[in-house]
């Protein structure tokens, strides 16, 4: 029986461009003395890296949404990432140099993509009559003609489910986004509104800033776009006269005035 251990693997990436943090986190089977064999090409690895450790080859997995396992070769420091291992048990080789770990399902976050496929079928008939007379007799042919179509309509659900558009409702109202930009590591909206109105401002502007406004909940409006308690938020805080502003604070809508506004809102998942 291979013998396996089971951790929790967290990473914290610090991105300097933003001075805000990236929480990812999985739990990996870890197995030593073992690695991954296929009959097919399906199973090759995705990427080949060269790290130190093991602990670094586990990294570049968590980094890779979707990194379902690894095996880490020690005499040569080469770590193997695999997207499509089904049942590792019945592909493992024995090998003293390796060791290898998969990912524990429903443990990743954020999520990896999971992808469905719907399948439906028509089919349509056309019968055409032909009669020709004669003086004599009269003779009809009838042609049929059946055509099945098949349509397959594939749905993928991933982590950017949870991200700005650039019009959606958020607890009865409609708020706006002159322009989006999702990626695997947060959700942008730029030109922030509800109404016509901005968010307000309250730090030092113009500026990008990991403060959350004093006169609304910037960090809680951030976790409620995109799903996750972990969420963390980069504004850039714009200076302005003293206008009405729209606020959000606790799933409750209220306005007051301000001098400056929310023009980016930069959510971290």
Same mark, same amino acid.
């Given at each position: 029986?291979?013998?396996?251990?089971?951790? *929790?693997?967290?990473?914290?990436?610090?991105?300097?461009? *933003?001075?805000?943090? %990236? @929480?990812? #986190?999985?739990?990996?089977?870890? $197995?030593?003395?073992?690695?991954?064999?296929?009959?097919?090409?399906?199973?090759?690895?995705?990427?080949?890296?060269?790290?130190?450790?093991? @602990?670094?080859?586990?990294?570049?997995? #968590?980094?890779?949404?979707?990194?379902?396992?690894?095996? &880490?070769?020690?005499?040569? *420091?080469?770590?193997? #990432?695999? %997207? %499509?291992?089904?049942?590792? !048990?019945?592909?493992?080789?024995?090998?003293?140099?390796?060791?290898?770990?998969?990912?524990?399902?429903?443990?990743?976050?954020?999520?990896? +993509?999971?992808?469905?496929?719907?399948? *439906?079928?028509?089919?349509?008939?056309?019968?055409?009559?032909?009669?020709?007379?004669?003086?004599?007799?009269?003779?009809?042919?009838?042609?049929?003609?059946?055509?099945?179509?098949?349509?397959?309509?594939?749905?993928?659900?991933?982590? #950017?489910?949870?991200? &700005?558009?650039?019009?959606?409702? $958020?607890?009865?109202?409609?708020?706006?986004?002159?322009?989006?930009? !999702?990626?695997?590591?947060?959700?942008?909206?730029?030109?922030?509104?509800?109404?016509?109105?901005? &968010?307000?401002?309250? @730090?030092?502007? +113009?500026?990008?800033?990991?403060?959350t406004s004093p006169y609304w909940d910037t960090i809680g409006f951030c976790r409620k776009i995109t799903g996750s308690l972990l969420a963390t938020i980069y504004a850039y805080y714009d200076c302005d006269t003293s206008q009405p502003r729209v606020?959000? @604070?606790? %799933?409750?809508?209220s306005t007051n005035n301000d001098n400056g506004f929310t023009s980016i809102l930069r959510c971290y998942y």
């Amino acid at each position: 029986m291979v013998y396996q251990r089971i951790f *929790s693997l967290f990473l914290i990436v610090f991105i300097k461009q *933003s001075a805000t943090e %990236d @929480i990812r #986190l999985f739990r990996m089977s870890k $197995i030593n003395g073992w690695q991954f064999q296929c009959a097919n090409t399906t199973c090759l690895p995705f990427i080949t890296v060269t790290v130190s450790n093991m @602990i670094k080859c586990q990294t570049n997995c #968590l980094a890779q949404i979707h990194c379902r396992a690894v095996t &880490f070769h020690k005499s040569i *420091s080469t770590c193997q #990432l695999f %997207d %499509d291992i089904i049942n590792q !048990n019945s592909n493992m080789l024995a090998n003293t140099d390796t060791i290898s770990a998969t990912v524990i399902l429903q443990t990743r976050i954020p999520p990896e +993509p999971t992808t469905t496929s719907t399948t *439906s079928t028509s089919t349509t008939s056309t019968t055409t009559t032909t009669t020709t007379t004669t003086s004599s007799t009269s003779t009809t042919t009838t042609t049929s003609k059946t055509t099945t179509t098949t349509t397959t309509t594939t749905t993928t659900t991933s982590s #950017l489910s949870n991200a &700005f558009s650039l019009s959606q409702t $958020i607890d009865g109202r409609i708020i706006t986004c002159n322009s989006v930009n !999702n990626t695997n590591l947060y959700t942008e909206c730029s030109t922030l509104q509800q109404g016509g109105l901005y &968010f307000p401002n309250g @730090i030092a502007c +113009p500026g990008w800033s990991t403060t959350t406004s004093p006169y609304w909940d910037t960090i809680g409006f951030c976790r409620k776009i995109t799903g996750s308690l972990l969420a963390t938020i980069y504004a850039y805080y714009d200076c302005d006269t003293s206008q009405p502003r729209v606020t959000w @604070i606790a %799933d409750v809508w209220s306005t007051n005035n301000d001098n400056g506004f929310t023009s980016i809102l930069r959510c971290y998942y």
